[in-house]
Antibody, heavy 118, light 112 residues
Framework: QVQLQESGPGLVKPSETLSLTCAVS?????????WGWIRQPPGKGLEWIGS???????YYNPSLKSRVTISVDTSKNQFSLKLSSVTAADTAVYYC???????????WGQGTLVTVSS | QSVLTQPPSVSGAPGQRVTISCTGS?????????VHWYQQLPGTAPKLLIY???NRPSGVPDRFSGSKSGTSASLAITGLQAEDEADYYC????????????FGTGTKVTVL
């Protein structure tokens, strides 16, 4: 069974960089598929942040592209998200997920709440 | 701002049929890209409900069905049950947004 688990600080100060990691078990990232990050502000809808292939190729949401970096570490079977210059608007539950062909997400992590506040 | 529009809420009595629409445009659904649906129960992560317009993953009851036509898609829930009360999101791909995966605005289903 594929499992994903997000980890990282739950509180980030404004203007700093949000950093999260998604550990994958039950499937080797090197075997294929894209791996994505999605976020959900409190009480609001889902927003795709970006996706990365095991080779390292990435696609980012144009509205976040200037601030986002997604990387993969196949040796640790994990991938990571960095979001720079955060503001209160970046407060959200952040999910990692496996992305199948034709752009859908079949396995999701439980999500982690990141609050941006001084 | 989402490029896929859903009604904010729909409701129905137990046993009834409800449908949720997902309206897109010529750069996403209308361009032939597949539509997928997710169910999000309160306080939990989204769960894949329908993929590739009308396919159900293993374990998803056949009460849930999906369809697509033109620039829109629909999710139908037949035999509505109390456990179906949740938020539902459609999702597709948009070619005008540099490879963006896009989600719908979300629909709250209430079982009366």
């Amino acid at each position: 069974q594929v499992q994903l688990q997000e980890s990282g600080p739950g509180l980030v100060k404004p203007s700093e960089t949000l950093s999260l990691t998604c550990a994958v078990s039950g499937y080797s990232i090197s075997s294929g598929y894209y791996w994505g990050w999605i976020r959900q502000p409190p009480g609001k809808g889902l927003e795709w942040i970006g996706s990365i292939y095991h080779s390292g190729s990435t696609y980012y949401n144009p509205s976040l592209k200037s601030r986002v970096t997604i990387s993969v570490d196949t040796s640790k079977n994990q991938f990571s998200l960095k979001l720079s210059s955060v503001t209160a608007a970046d407060t959200a539950v952040y999910y990692c997920a496996r992305e199948k062909r034709h752009y859908y997400f079949d396995y999701w992590g439980q999500g982690t709440l990141v609050t941006v506040s001084s | 701002q989402s490029v896929l529009t859903q009604p904010p809420s729909v409701s129905g009595a137990p046993g009834q049929r409800v449908t949720i629409s997902c309206t897109g445009s010529s750069s996403n659904i209308g361009a032939g890209y597949d539509v997928h649906w997710y169910q999000q129960l309160p306080g939990t992560a989204p769960k894949l409900l329908i993929y590739g317009n009308s396919n159900r993953p293993s374990g998803v009851p056949d009460r849930f069905s999906g369809s697509k036509s033109g620039t829109s898609a629909s999710l139908a829930i037949t035999g509505l049950q109390a456990e179906d009360e949740a938020d539902y999101y459609c999702q597709s791909y948009d070619s005008s947004l540099s490879g963006s995966r896009v989600f719908g605005t979300g629909t709250k289903v209430t079982v009366l």
